[in-house]
């Protein structure tokens, strides 16, 4: 087939064709869990989004005729290339139908624009960067995602490899479900750290978030700052990133670890309320309102969003403090029935250890892939 023709995003009505795509291609997919349409066209707002007071991107659209069949951001992270030395351009926000004719001119049109830009390789997907959504999903189909992990349909990588991708990085996603109970040796240890002077935990304070977020913000760019792909998270970010999560925080399950009165790490766990998001379908309004009254008992999971200690603090076995933690504060709520944890890096082999001699186990599998230009 031919008559592709790929345009860049400029008007009111292009944007609403941008993000209203995924509705179109995911038609047939039951797992698929619709964004709310407000917040992704914050997201893309260079002048609302805070993300954007240091990134520049453009949007393409990839039109056969009067239809809409395809979509891509090109994306250049500032923060990114000056704290790594890099000239890496991103793509994100890729939809497309089963078609590598449409998809090769999205990434040909992105392509060029980086190349024009001075970049010197592409990664992706980053959504808009590897502090939001990142990676596709090649492995985990047969499940629905957790709460702020991404979701395609199965035929992406292929696609995707067809334009010339490799893959650069996996990501891990882990799952504990059923009757578990913490392992005892685990359970064991973390009661006599418990005990141990100087050590303690708080939980975060919903009420009064601004600094909290800034404590978060600042254990996250300590204990990350030697991670592959790591990029600084501004205030302005931690801001906006919080604003929504603190919404629907659960201070039993959102926590700061001390040491001797000084911050040691954190631990972020929200409730998956995708199953919530399924049933608004892209919008809140008053009809959403009535649906969460409705269905918010369909809140059965947990998502382990983030959790890190500082460097300094990581032979306390702080980790196994908070597993003991989040074991009895979720066993206490009763509605939780699993808890999706990640993502973490296919090489990170001392938190994917422990993890797994938790009791977790790998559910479902990401990529990242990368293409120079």
């Known amino acids: 087939m031919t008559g592709i023709e790929i345009i860049t995003v400029e008007s009111r009505a292009e944007i ?15 797992h698929w869990v619709p964004p709310i349409k407000k917040d992704v066209r914050r997201l893309l707002d260079p002048r609302q989004h805070p993300f954007w007071e240091f990134s520049e991107r453009i949007l393409f659209l990839a ?21 790594h030395n890099e000239q890496m351009g991103i793509w994100g926000f890729f939809e497309c139908g089963d078609d590598s004719e449409v998809a090769s001119s999205l990434f040909s049109a992105v392509e060029t624009w980086l190349r024009r830009k001075g970049m010197t390789f592409v990664r992706g997907p980053l959504n808009p960067s590897i502090n939001y959504e990142a990676g596709l999903l090649i492995d985990g189909f047969e499940y629905p ?17 067809s334009c010339g991708f490799a893959r650069e990085k996996d990501l891990f996603s882990f799952m504990i479900d059923g009757a578990y109970q913490l392992p005892e040796w685990m359970d064991s240890l973390a009661a ?21 977020l800034a404590l978060v913000r600042e254990i996250f760019n300590d204990c990350w700052s030697d991670n592959w792909g790591y990029v600084p998270l501004s205030d302005h970010e931690i801001r906006e990133i919080g604003r929504d999560l603190v919404k629907i925080a659960d201070p039993d399950l959102a926590f700061f670890l001390y040491y001797e009165d000084e911050p040691a790490g ?30 918010r008992r369909e809140i059965t999971g947990l998502r382990a969003m983030l959790f890190g200690v500082k460097e300094k603090y990581r032979q306390l076995g702080l980790p196994l403090l908070a597993f003991s933690h989040l074991y009895e504060a979720a066993r206490k709520k009763e509605i939780y029935r699993y808890m999706e ?3 973490t890096l296919e090489d990170n082999e001392s938190i994917n250890s422990l993890l797994e001699e938790a009791g977790a186990r790998i559910h479902k599998k990401y990529c990242i892939y990368r293409k120079p230009l």
């Open 266 to 295: 954190v631990c972020v766990v929200l409730p998956d309320i995708n199953p919530l998001l399924k049933r608004f379908n892209g919008s809140i309004g008053l009809p959403g309102l009535l649906k969460f009254l409705r269905y």
């Open 145 to 161: 995602p957790a709460l702020m992990m991404t979701y395609n349909p199965p035929y992406y990588p292929h696609l995707i490899e």
């Open 16 to 30: 609403r064709d941008f993000i209203d795509l995924p509705w179109q291609i995911y038609a047939g997919y039951p």
């Open 192 to 212: 006599r750290l418990a005990r141990k002077k100087g050590i303690h935990i708080r939980p975060f304070r919903v009420k009064d978030p601004v600094p909290e």
């Open 341 to 343: 944890l990640g993502w």
């Open 63 to 83: 039109r056969r005729g009067a239809k809409t069949v395809g979509r891509i951001a090109g994306i250049i992270d500032r923060h990114h290339n000056e704290f």
